[in-house]
């Protein structure tokens, strides 16, 4: 797939925004520290200036208070970049899609780099697709999704539905914190019993495929992967899903709320158990985990993040998710068909 820059924009907001620190929230704090990737496809910049007076945050930069604590610092001098291209060939290889969305240089720290990256890229066929990097720390899926939204509603000379709600002190600690439960999400991820040590230790990147398998091939590699593996039915297993704190806190985040108001949440079973029970009782056991997940058990959360000496602990990556464990993130529910910049809305 070749592209060719066409243009580079650096977008401030359109009027003057506080200039101060914006306090995260240990949920903030936990995230990756990875801008969040989406690619938009449409058929065939003055909206996001005005945008970033309300969403200002976005047109900041991390740093830390004095006190070593993970920060937003929301200036003027912030900027988000705006990259314009235009692609030359056929998009066919699945491999390269993340080449829509603008590359970000970790190596200079965290003040190094802006918080969203934006690239519109031209197919040669007429449609257009906007690829989209959301720092994580500035708030989860919803949270980038809001943004986005608001984005397209200005272009069309529409008003944001919902203004953003930025203080993230309603999901403080109490003071003193007590977490009042066992937080199995944020215990160590069971290993392959089979495994070596340098295998378990052993970051390799991740590859991202597509594969269409019948049911029949399904259970073939299956079946091969339980004799592959050998590990017996006392092996532990972890499944992850997230699970969207703000209505079920008490009283709920406002509307609008600007943050990460995902909890990680996990229950660990083991293969041999879940061999030999019907497919009925697993979704049971994740059903009733799911029930347990109330206002007292998310303040508890909280709570024991907040007594966590090195929250880089308990950040999360790919090394959390691999065999024998598991992370299930559901974006079915997200409004992400709702950005329509003009374009119509996008078809993928």
Known sequence: MEITIKESTIVRPAKDTPKRSLWNSNLDIVMTRYHLPTIYYYKPNEALSKILVPFYPIAGRLGYDENGRLEIICNAEAETTSVMEHLIGDFTENSQVFRLVP?????????????LVLQVTKFKCGGVCLGVGFQHTLGDGTAALHFINSWADTSRDLSPAIAPFIDRTLVRARDPPTPKFHHVEYDPPPVLKSASKSQSNDHKPSIVSTFKLTADQLNTLKAK???????????DTKLYFPVDGGY?????????????VIFKTALIAQAGDLETESFTDTIKRIHERLNQINDEYLSSTIDYIEKVSDLNTLITGPHTFRCPNLIV????????????FGWGRPIY
């Open 103 to 115: 590359k970000v240089d970790y190596s200079g720290g965290i003040s190094s780099y802006p918080l």
């Open 329 to 340: 993130v559901p974006w079915n529910w997200l409004p992400i068909y709702e950005a329509d």
């Open 248 to 260: 079920r806190l008490d009283p709920p985040l406002p509307a609008g709320y600007f943050g990460n």
């Open 225 to 235: 992967a339980n004799v592959a593996n050998a590990n017996g039915a006392d092996q």
